[in-house]
């Protein structure tokens, strides 16, 4: 993930996602079931190819095509023996893995935003955790297929350990109800992965709604 002002940019936390609905990514493809950052073959050589090979091509090819282009890149890619490949581009972050990006950010976000927006965030210095973040979608059963809307979510207000981003959620603080297929994300920061994990499926734990899903192996290829 990069946030670029057009000349400069910086490098966010990387992050892997869990596409498949099903556990050992099985099933049909859906937004994401979760996420985790960051991520073990990301090491420091892995990311110097990144930033050689891919990150300042792509910023001088944008520039060389007349366009000054302001805000995020999310550049999916695949590990191959240790070689980046690029499979897709993006101007935007992705959910889920926003939930477990932006919580390891220590330093001051929207002031690197505004930098972003003003051409001047060669002056900025992101600093970032060393813990590590895990989060798990809670789905509506049935997602990425049918699904009911309309019910009763118990629990939120207990969930102080980990970080709950609401999704498919309606109704009012009080009464939260269901309203899409994503409907939570719960991320836990820890010094190693196996805690983080062990927090956040704590607190799905006590989060309850009819016919609620999610992956119980989110992370688990990374220990």
């Given at each position: 993930?990069?946030?670029?002002?057009?000349?400069?940019?910086?490098?966010?936390?990387?992050?892997?996602?869990?596409?498949?609905?099903?556990?050992?990514?099985?099933?049909?493809?859906?937004?994401?079931?979760?996420?985790?950052?960051?991520?073990?073959?990301?090491?420091?050589?892995?990311?110097?190819?990144?930033?050689?090979?891919?990150?300042?091509?792509?910023?001088?090819?944008?520039?060389?095509?007349?366009?000054?282009?302001c805000g995020f890149i999310f550049i999916?890619?695949?590990?191959?023996?240790?070689?980046?490949?690029?499979?897709?581009?993006?101007?935007?972050?992705?959910?889920?893995?926003?939930e477990a990006i932006l919580p390891r950010?220590?330093?001051?976000?929207?002031?690197?935003?505004?930098?972003?927006?003003?051409?001047?965030?060669?002056?900025?210095?992101?600093?970032?955790?060393?813990?590590?973040?895990?989060?798990?979608?809670?789905?509506?059963?049935?997602?990425?297929?049918?699904?009911?809307?309309?019910?009763?979510?118990?629990?939120?207000?207990?969930?102080?350990?980990?970080?709950?981003?609401?999704?498919?959620?309606?109704?009012?603080?009080?009464?939260?109800?269901?309203?899409?297929?994503?409907?939570?994300?719960?991320?836990?920061?820890?010094?190693?992965?196996?805690?983080?994990?062990?927090?956040?499926?704590?607190?799905?734990?006590?989060?309850?709604?009819?016919?609620?899903?999610?992956?119980?192996?989110?992370?688990?290829?990374?220990?």
């Amino acid at each position: 993930f990069v946030l670029t002002d057009g000349k400069d940019y910086l490098l966010l936390p990387e992050a892997k996602d869990y596409k498949r609905v099903g556990e050992n990514d099985t099933g049909p493809n859906t937004g994401g079931m979760g996420a985790i950052s960051p991520v073990s073959f990301a090491n420091e050589a892995f990311m110097e190819k990144v930033e050689h090979r891919i990150i300042r091509p792509t910023l001088q090819g944008l520039l060389q095509e007349g366009i000054t282009y302001c805000g995020f890149i999310f550049i999916g890619l695949m590990n191959v023996a240790g070689e980046p490949y690029v499979i897709e581009y993006n101007v935007r972050l992705g959910d889920p893995e926003s939930e477990a990006i932006l919580p390891r950010i220590e330093s001051d976000f929207l002031k690197h935003l505004v930098a972003a927006a003003n051409g001047s965030l060669a002056m900025e210095t992101l600093q970032v955790s060393p813990k590590t973040a895990a989060t798990v979608v809670m789905a509506s059963g049935g997602y990425p297929g049918d699904y009911k809307k309309g019910l009763s979510i118990t629990g939120l207000q207990n969930a102080v350990e980990s970080l709950v981003f609401y999704a498919g959620i309606t109704g009012t603080l009080e009464n939260p109800i269901t309203n899409g297929g994503r409907v939570i994300a719960v991320t836990s920061l820890a010094p190693e992965l196996s805690q983080a994990l062990k927090q956040t499926y704590k607190t799905i734990d006590g989060i309850h709604f009819s016919d609620a899903y999610y992956r119980r192996d989110i992370g688990k290829d990374l220990i």
